[in-house]
């Protein structure tokens, strides 16, 4: 009936208005509206273009052309008429509504090219519109035959709180076959709350064909799932036969607390899953008891030393330095004269970790070891404990400034440390090393300015001198976190630098960072003579800020020639209406 309805009314608009001689500019505008409103913007286009004919210089009916050639995809003749709108009309930055329908009618253009990475950009516009029409193209694009777009489509949707994306995630967990996807189906079911998939969570961690990642990322979930667990429910988990279950046992009763049903736990140590066991020690650890059931922490770790897994070994160090740091610190001294680097960095990483318990011999083994990364994990401990910090500075300086090192973080457990790395290059921003070595150096640079290290200028000009430079959108939507204010006005001085490279890669830091406003300037000034890679970045940016003061600068990228720089000059200018 009310479909019906519309219908009718639609028909009323359409066919009624003119037998009564009311063919008056608003009639048009209406009729064009009654159009769209049943998806025919062909239709809408050819009575607009009737309308003005007949009332070239009215307003409303102008505003009605130019958001049926937005929708019917008609770019170019779109900016044409705004171009003209804009030129007879006052104030027509301030029609906010026109300019929401021209950016929506790029992206909506743009979430059907054949170009997957042109439908990436859709989908970031769509993600930072936050709009029912970014809601459908999301929903849309998480069904499409790329394995890239789903991809996107899910780390992007699970970042916002929609019930049909929800409805979609969960029919995508049982139709979708691509292994990287499959584990951010299941992070998103976590993230978005959708409880009624929690069985077949638990199910995947039963499941003995279920990836290490499969099941890492589905204990997240169910921990984000839960409101509390009852302690019938951990006898059930800590007594099943799959290891995954288990250790969900160990990190539910982290993740609440729950130190009463310790002693379900402790005998997990005896677990033949070195994850489990390397699990229980941590969290040991992390609830800092003094003794379990009568027996000491620190008795406990050291039985666990000599455990055959390293990680094990190492979180049994780990507890013990907490909770006896002399003979905890001895425990650790062997793994820095191991024959394999990635256990020597693991283990520097997990001695960081320990902090103040860990002295002296996190300087010790500083000051001693040849081994770069290494000295890089236990600069890093350093600074955070504020001990020795010129010479630790030195060593993340260096880290910075070397081009040809690309840096990863590791985790294992609770403890992370940075590595080398071995990613080869890829489109996913959560996987391209050359984005995620930017990442980690942000962060080391972050760490040189909040204690005011001397060089941290220095070390930030080498870093945005860098050849591959340039954090992508997708990547700063997902992964990049805000600098110190310490680090903001290093990189904020950098502004009136005489580098060209130095000073927009300056701005854009400052911008994405979203602490950009006085940076703006200088990225529209930039955009001119910048080439096109730059160019991207400089618009992504410029939404970054969310300032309605750059909305003119971007409409005029509407009618640049690259789809690409249109798209995300569209996507640019929905930050800066909606935010």
């Known amino acids: ?62 505003e009605a052309y130019i958001s049926a050639l937005s929708e019917a995809g008609f770019e170019k003749e779109m900016t044409l008429a705004w171009q003209h709108y804009s030129e007879q009309f006052p104030n027509p930055h301030e029609n906010r509504k026109l300019i929401e ?63 049909s994306l929800c409805d979609t995630i969960a029919a995508s967990y049982y139709s979708e076959k691509c292994a990287e996807n499959r584990i951010e189906l299941i992070k998103a079911i976590g993230a978005m709350k959708i409880k009624s998939l929690k069985p077949q969570l638990v199910a995947l961690l039963s ?8 099941k890492a990322a589905a204990i997240q979930s169910i921990i984000n799932l839960m409101d509390t667990v009852e302690r019938q429910e951990l006898i059930n988990l800590t007594s099943s036969p799959r290891a995954g279950l288990r250790l969900l046992a160990c990190q539910a009763v982290a993740h609440f607390d729950l130190q009463k049903d310790l002693d379900l ?20 650890g992390i609830l800092r008891v003094d003794q379990v059931q009568g027996e000491k922490i620190a008795a406990i770790a050291s039985s666990r030393l000599k455990d055959g897994n390293p990680l094990v070994a190492l979180s049994a160090a780990w507890l013990l330095t907490i909770h006896d740091p002399e003979n905890g610190q001895k425990a ?130 080498s870093f945005l001198k860098q050849k591959e430079w340039g954090i992508s959108g997708m990547a700063a939507a997902l992964l990049l976190t805000e600098g110190d204010e310490s680090a903001v006005d290093i990189v904020r ?12 890669q300056a701005a ?30 400089i618009l992504e940016a410029i939404g970054r800020v969310h300032s309605p003061a750059s909305i003119p600068f971007l409409l005029k990228q509407l ?11 569209a996507c640019a200018l929905l930050e800066c209406l909606y935010n």
């Not at 063919?23 to 809408?44: F, G, K, M, N, W």
């Not at 001085?493 to 927009?504: A, C, Q, S, T």
């Not at 009618?559 to 000059?569: D, G």
């Open 265 to 284: 736990i402790l005998p997990l140590l005896n677990d033949n899953s070195s994850e489990v066991r390397a699990a229980v020690l941590q969290l040991l």
């Open 101 to 163: 329908n021209m950016a929506w009618g790029v992206i909506q253009k743009a979430s059907y090219s054949h170009a997957p990475m042109i439908r990436i950009y859709a989908l970031l516009g769509a993600f930072y519109g936050k709009d029912a029409r970014g809601v459908h193209i999301l929903n849309r694009l998480l069904k499409d035959s790329n394995t890239l777009i789903r991809l996107a489509a899910i780390q992007l949707s699970s970042r916002l709180n929609d019930a």
């Open 508 to 537: 854009i830091i400052l911008a994405l960072w979203g602490q950009g406003e006085d940076a703006v300037q200088t990225l529209q000034e930039a955009y001119a003579g910048a080439d096109r890679d730059i160019k991207e970045r």
């Open 1 to 62: 009936m009310i479909r019906l309805s519309l219908l009718f009314t639609v028909y009323c608009i359409l066919f009624t208005g003119p037998i009564y001689g009311t063919t008056t500019p608003d009639t048009y505008a209406r009729e064009v509206q009654a159009h769209l409103l049943i998806h025919d913007p062909l239709s809408a286009c050819d009575k607009a273009r009737e309308g003005l004919k007949l009332y070239q210089d009215n307003t409303v009916l102008w």
């Open 493 to 504: 001085g950098l502004l009136n630098y005489p580098v060209f490279k130095v000073r927009i």
């Open 332 to 461: 650790f001294l062997p793994w820095f004269s191991n024959g394999k680097q990635e256990l020597r960095v693991l283990a520097a990483a997990v001695l960081g970790s320990c902090g103040k318990y860990a002295f002296p011999l996190i300087q010790n083994v500083f000051t001693v070891s040849t081994d770069k990364f290494v000295k890089l994990n236990l600069a890093h401990a350093l600074l955070v404990n504020r001990v020795d910090s010129t010479d630790a500075s030195t060593v993340l300086f260096e880290a910075i400034n070397d081009q040809n090192e690309k840096l990863d973080w590791e985790e294992n457990g609770i403890f992370r440390s940075i590595i080398k790395s071995e990613n080869r290059y890829t489109d996913n921003p959560e996987e391209n090393p050359v984005a995620l070595s930017q990442l980690v150096k942000l962060e080391l640079l972050n760490m040189l300015a909040l204690i005011k290290f001397p060089k941290t200028q220095e070390a930030v000009i």
């Open 559 to 569: 009618q640049e020639p690259s789809q690409k720089l249109r798209i995300i000059a």
């Open 207 to 214: 499941n003995q064909k279920s990836s290490a990642e499969e």
